[in-house]
């Protein structure tokens, strides 16, 4: 099975971030182990993307598979990548409670065609699955929970090898900035992630929610980059808004990584049957530490002085269109509920195109 060196234990960068400012764009994904079972084809169309950009683009601990807890895969949000998204909140504070956690590097910092980024997101499920022959547990951030729902949808062979999905400031249905980013040229992804766009509508034509899996979607009201932050509600799974959990509770789009209410809620989903359920959580819940486990002030100015700012550059500088992606892979045939007149295997390319959601942000 490939797998990558663990992620690393302790926050190297606390104190250092100016150091990570000028190391930030050197980053890349560790290689998987040489020699390894390679997995079995994923449960659908055959992926497009060469198997050794797959491989190196998830990393995994090398003792994969012996944690008594599903396996985690944690899916970045747009203009960052994993390091970026997860090493300072989830990926640390999930790993010291004994979960297995895996991230995925999507190509372009999660700028380019979301159709094909979502091929890593199908190996890495498949591939995990493989290692460790539990179902996996997996949290997107932002276009995160979009990428989770692509590769469920058309790959509905992974639909039984997921227990639950979880979605954090997700733009189910798009987001006025991306309708401004987008008036005349922008990156594929985010004229995909715009109100209205033909692969939204695409996605969301059939059901939101498609089979056994356990779907969990967190949003807040102060959520500056999905406006209008109802965009994250999705008809079909657990949607929770956590002022309704928690009053004038103060969370940003990037908040949603660091909050402890939403981890609490996130924990629930993962360790119970079915969606989180805000009704489990403990007294006084909203009233304790506001961060999670292992996050403090340095964490925050990492987000601010080093995330943010690369979220923004790598949005500014990536290759741009003037129109959605037209290209649409291979994809399974769609249910007859969705699309009775087409014929040919998976959406039409001209409904195929995806709000803006730039991932991270810490307005």
């Known amino acids: 099975m490939p797998t990558a060196v663990r992620v690393p234990r302790r926050r190297a960068w606390r104190g250092a971030v100016a150091a990570l400012c000028a190391a930030l764009f050197t980053l890349s994904p560790a290689a998987p182990a ?6 079995p084809p994923a449960p659908g169309p055959p992926l497009t993307v060469p198997a050794d950009r797959l491989d190196a683009a998830l990393d995994c601990p090398d003792d994969l598979g012996r944690s008594e807890r599903d396996p985690v895969l944690l899916v970045h949000g747009t203009g960052v990548d994993a390091g970026l998204n997860w090493s300072w909140n989830y990926a640390p504070a999930l790993r010291d409670l004994g979960y297995d956690v895996c991230t995925v590097d999507l190509p372009g910092r999660s700028l380019t065609d979301i159709q094909e980024s979502a091929e890593y997101v199908v190996h890495a499920l498949t591939t ?16 995160g929970g979009l990428q989770l729902r692509w590769a469920l949808t058309y790959w509905p062979g992974l639909q039984g090898f997921v227990d639950d999905a979880v979605s954090l400031g997700t733009p189910e249905y798009g ?7 987008c008036a005349s040229s922008c990156a594929p992804a985010l004229h995909q992630m715009s109100r209205g ?8 034509s059939g059901d939101p929610t498609p089979g056994p899996v356990s779907y969990t979607g967190i949003h807040t009201r102060n959520d500056t980059v999905v406006v209008p932050h109802r965009s994250s509600v999705r008809e079909g799974a657990r949607n929770i808004e956590l002022q309704d959990v928690c009053g004038i509770r103060l969370v940003t789009h990037i908040g949603l990584v660091y909050d402890s209410v939403t981890f609490r809620l996130v924990r629930d989903a993962l360790d119970r049957p079915g969606p989180a359920d805000p009704a489990r959580l403990p007294p006084g819940a909203c009233l304790g530490d506001p961060y999670l486990p292992g ?13 943010a700012p690369a979220a923004a550059a790598a949005i500014a500088t990536a290759p741009k269109t003037g129109t959605s992606p037209r290209r649409a892979p291979t994809r399974p045939g769609r249910r007859a509920d969705r699309d009775r007149t087409r014929t040919g295997p998976g959406p039409d390319p001209e409904d195929l195109a995806p709000t803006i959601d730039i991932g991270v942000s810490v307005n």
């Open 34 to 39: 040489t020699g390894a079972e390679p997995p």
């Open 175 to 181: 987001a006025v900035a991306g309708d401004l980013v």
């Open 295 to 307: 996050v403090g002030a340095a964490d925050l100015a990492y987000a601010a002085a080093v995330v």
């Open 197 to 204: 766009s033909a692969f939204l509508t695409a996605l969301n």
């Open 128 to 143: 995990v699955r493989a290692a460790t022959g539990r179902p996996v547990d997996a949290i997107g951030h932002s276009q």
